[in-house]
C-alpha cells in the first residue's frame, strides 16, 4: 500500500472497561460501594488526545448492554469517534474493580475481561481504507495480550498504518497475568514495538523485555529494531530519550506534592509525547508536556481525570 491521504488524526484499538472504584481505602472485598468510571490503556490516550483537540476514531468491540452503552456514551462525550466501535449482543463488556489508596501505592485492580466481546475481535474487523486514513496510530501490548486473535489484529494493524505512511506510537504497557508465560510476551511485545516509529517503554519493563539495565541501553535496543524514537519514562526522575537524528537526553521529572493514584501515569505520558510530536515540537519540548500531564494525572482518583484540555496545556505553557 503506498501512503495515502490522511482524513483524521489519531487511530486507536483497544478495549474499554467498565471501571469500579472503591469508595474506601483497604481490601477490595470490604468496600461496600463503588464509583463508575471508563478504563483502558488506548481508551486513555484517546481521551487525552481528543481534549487537546485532536481527531480520534477508536475501534473496538464492545457487548450491546448496560456497561457497553455507557462505555460509548463516555467516549463521545468526550468527542472520541466511535463509529467502528462494534456492538455485539452475543457478547459481554468487560470490567474492573480497583481499590483505592491513600499512601501513593499502586491500588489493588481486579480484572474481570476473559472472553470479553473485545478479545474476540480478529483481522477481519479492521476497515483498512479508514485505518489507511489515520495521520497516526497509538498502539499499547494490552490489547494484543487479551487472546491470539487480538493478538493477531494488532500486527494488522501496525503493518497498515506503516504501509500507508502513518507514524505509530507504541507503549508496552506489560500485563504479565495475560500473558501464558514471560518468553512470549517478551517476543511478541518487542516484535510489535519493532514496526513502530517512536516506543515508549518504563524503565522497569524496559529491562524486563531487552535485558537491559539502563535507560540508555533500553532506547538503543528500540532504536537498533528500528524506532526513530524512544523515549523511557523514569517516574519521579523523568524520562530518557534517545532520537535517530536528534540525539539524547534527559528531561527531569515534574514535582508532585501527594501522589494519589498511579494508574493512568503511562497513559498520560504518552498522550503528551504524541500530542507534543503533532503539534510539531521538539522532542525535549514533547517530553517536557509528557512528564507534566503524567504528574497531573497522579494527583487524581481515576485513571483519566487529571488529562488536560488544549485551554489548561496552554495556560501551563506547553
Known sequence: MTPVAKTYDIAVFGEAMLLLIADRPGPL????????RIAGAEINVATGLSRLGFNVHWASRLGADSMGRYLVNQMRGE?????HVTMDAAQR???QFKGRVDDGSDPAVEYHRKGS????????????????GARHLHATGVFPAISATALATARRTLQIARDSGSTISFDPNLRPTLWPDEA???REINALAAGADWVLPGLAEGELLTGHKTPEAIARFYRDQGASLVVVKLGADGA????????????PGWPVDKVVDTVGAGDAFAVGVISG???????PEAVERACWIGARQVQVLGDSEGLPTRAELQAAGY
Open 29 to 36: 472485598e470490604l468496600a461496600e460501594a463503588f464509583t463508575k
Open 79 to 83: 468527542g472520541v469517534n466511535c463509529d
Open 93 to 95: 463488556t468487560g470490567f
Open 117 to 132: 466481546a473485545a478479545s474476540l475481535m480478529t483481522p477481519d474487523d479492521i476497515d483498512a481504507s479508514w485505518l489507511a
Open 184 to 186: 512470549t510476551m517478551r
Open 240 to 251: 530518557y530519550y534517545d532520537h535517530a537524528t536528534l540525539g539524547c537526553g534527559r528531561v
Open 277 to 283: 510530536l503533532l503539534d510539531g515540537r521538539t522532542v
